[in-house]
């Protein structure tokens, strides 16, 4: 029997670690509650986790530059939790890598609800080689994701969005797969697609011009017919 995904939480108030633990038992889930960021690597070595709560405000290193620290060497999912109001943070947390952000207090069903929200969108069919890797190459152009910078073949820096960094290193987790508009939407923002909704498509041809891939011949980002988009390029890790 598969056993249930296992939630990391990092807070440095007891009860709140004692609640969202008991919370989402309850809920099926299994869960681990640590005060701070040794604490949290610690049980990143000892534990396969599959998702990490993260307090912002923590003794020692914060949640901001664990975040950072974690997303350099991790797909690991994280949710952000923070009791400050400020939006600066929620969006230097989503700017670092976080897929998700939740200011204090909450109800433990909209966290638990977010959860399986990750969860669902982070879940399989990722190419295990490139999901952790920090630098990855394809058809002569490569992605440092640490410095979150693309070069062409010819060495050259070429200028992304967030938004085109993020569906750009959707297609590479994800190389030779045809992805529906609907899940492309699902990764890209967390919601789904409605009938009109052409976000992705918009996305998708942003992306095309940064990797001069002519829409009328692509080369890299396939349309597939009744099935959405599919990266056709081999993907690999650069090692340092």
């Not at 405000?57 to 914060?62: A, T």
């Not at 979150?148 to 959707?170: A, F």
């Amino acid at each position: 029997m598969e056993r249930p995904p296992l939630i990391l939480i990092v807070d440095d108030d007891p009860e709140i670690r004692s609640l969202l633990g008991d919370y989402l038992v309850r809920q099926g889930l299994r869960a681990r509650a640590v005060g701070d960021g040794a604490a949290m690597w610690r049980e990143l070595e000892q534990q396969a986790v599959d998702l990490v709560v993260l307090d912002i405000m923590l003794p020692g290193d914060d949640g901001l530059e664990l975040c950072r620290k974690l997303r350099a060497r991790s797909a690991l999912p994280v949710i952000m939790l923070t009791a400050r109001g400020d939006a600066t943070d929620r969006i230097v947390g989503l700017e670092l890598g976080a897929d998700d952000y939740l200011p204090k207090p909450f109800d433990p069903r909209e966290l638990f609800a977010r959860i399986r929200a990750t969860l669902r969108r982070s879940a399989g069919q990722l190419s295990p080689g490139v999901v952790t890797a920090q630098r990855l190459r394809f058809a002569d152009w490569s992605l440092d994701r640490v410095r979150r910078e693309l070069r062409d073949p010819q060495g050259t820096v070429v200028p992304l969005s967030s938004g085109e960094y993020r569906l750009l290193e959707i297609f590479l987790e994800r190389p030779n797969r045809a992805l529906g508009r609907e899940l492309l939407l699902d990764l890209l923002q967390g919601r789904e697609a409605t009938p009109f909704d052409r976000s992705v498509d918009v996305q998708v041809s942003r992306l095309r011009r940064r990797l001069r891939d002519d829409p009328r011949d692509a080369q890299l980002i396939k349309t597939v017919r009744h099935a959405g988009y599919l990266f056709a390029a081999h993907v690999e890790s650069v090692d340092d």
